[in-house]
């Protein structure tokens, strides 16, 4: 299974550096995104927790006062 979530990000990278160019960076986000990354070479920063310190951030801009 992990395997084919593994082929299944690299053909979305291939597609994404096709429309976007070679030197596009890729990031992994999410609870799985290290065990993906482990099994390729595709990915270049894995930050799991990117997504919530994002929404952290827009909250702390926004939250009442």
Do not use: C, Q
């Amino acid at each position: 299974m992990i395997f084919g979530y593994v082929s299944l990000v690299e053909g979305m990278v291939s597609r994404f550096k096709e429309h976007l160019g070679a030197d596009t960076k890729i990031i992994a986000t999410g609870g799985l995104a290290t065990i993906i990354s482990s099994e390729t070479d595709v990915i270049d920063i894995v930050s799991p927790w990117l997504t919530l310190e994002g929404i952290k951030i827009i909250w702390d801009l926004n939250k009442p006062s």
